[in-house]
């Protein structure tokens, strides 16, 4: 797997030589030859764990609107579950299900439905992601020692989502809403067409993430230093649609691949995106060990083990994917 890391990741400074006090700063400093990550960006889907809600709500939706001979038997989670992998909304779900041509009546009944039913009775169905809780907690803990070193200051978190009261409402049922600074949208708002994925993609990052950063920062209009610049920011999604957005704007991207989606579609986003986890643990290893290994190098410290904190829970790790 590659990093999300520069190219000159690969290189290290020298030691400082032995007649030379060391700088002072924390053990987990990121040394300048790592881009410093200026905030983690996580698309709601990689928190979560929504197989079962998925498959139930569009079984739901389904047969509440179609007749029973336009659904193919057997409808197999896997088909429904790589179907929304490829695009969540419900008309493009029956197109890749293979069922048939809708009428404009239909389409319109099953987003009705779609909705209702998966907000009564998808949402009770969800729960975090294996290790989910672990790695905000880690990042939690990595925050508190940036904060406590200065420099660059204290990585910003945020959880992005097409519907922000769902994800702040799932987010604290599931006891994990304080360990992220913001959930902010992850689309333009409606009425407001964009004529490109780059002008959808701008539009997100000025009129929202921008915001929030420079208030993170106590900053009124984000000045200066306190302005985050794409390519400072890294974001993470199941979804291929979802980092072909950020990717436009010039973030860095990570994929979770949580299932095996579509040949066509695997392939293409392994090139698109060259960082490819598909756990947790593996986000945090991409994202934050060699940046700990080698800021702890060059303060001569000990590794440290968070790392290894995150290969324990991998091992209740199941496939899973996500919900909206």
């Not at 600074?181 to 333009?188: H, I, N, T």
């Not at 979802?242 to 040949?263: E, F, S």
Request: charged share 25%; net charge negative.
């Amino acid at each position: 797997m590659n990093t999300t890391s520069s190219t000159t990741t690969s290189r290290k400074r020298p030691h400082s030589p032995p007649d030379t006090e060391p700088p002072a700063s924390n053990e987990t400093a990121i040394p300048p030859t790592i881009t410093p990550i200026r905030a983690l960006l996580l698309h709601f889907n990689t928190l979560i764990s929504g197989q079962r809600a998925i498959s139930h709500v569009i079984r739901k939706t389904l047969s509440t609107v179609l007749p029973a001979a336009n659904i193919r038997q057997p409808l197999l989670d896997e088909h429904i579950v790589r179907a929304f992998a490829s695009s969540p909304a419900i008309a493009n779900i029956v197109r890749q299900l293979a069922l048939r041509d809708l009428t404009a009546d239909e389409t319109a009944r099953l987003a009705e439905c779609y909705s209702r039913i998966y907000y009564e009775e998808g949402t009770p169905l969800v729960r975090l992601a294996a290790g989910a809780r672990e790695f905000l907690e880690n990042v939690a803990a990595l925050r508190e020692r940036q904060e406590d070193s200065g420099g660059a200051g204290k990585m910003a978190v945020a959880v992005l989502s097409n519907n922000t009261e769902m994800a702040e409402d799932l987010l604290r049922r599931l006891g994990v809403r304080q360990l992220v600074d913001a959930v902010l949208p992850s689309r333009v708002a409606r009425g407001q067409a964009q004529s490109s994925m780059s002008d959808a993609s701008a539009s997100v990052w000025e009129q929202d993430v921008i915001p929030w950063f420079a208030e993170f920062c106590g900053s009124s209009n984000g000045g200066n230093a306190k302005t985050l610049l794409p390519e400072q920011a890294v974001v993470v999604s199941c979804a291929a649609y979802d980092l072909a957005i950020a990717k436009a704007i010039g973030c860095k991207t990570c994929w979770m691949r949580k299932i095996d989606p579509d040949t066509e579609i695997a392939v293409r986003a392994a090139a698109e995106f060259p960082c490819v986890v598909e756990t947790l643990g593996e986000l945090w290893t991409e994202l934050f060990a060699e940046r700990l290994t080698e800021g702890n190098e060059e303060q001569g410290g000990e590794k440290q083990d968070e790392g290894e904190h995150m290969e324990e829970m991998e091992s209740d790790y199941e496939q899973e994917t996500w919900i909206l």
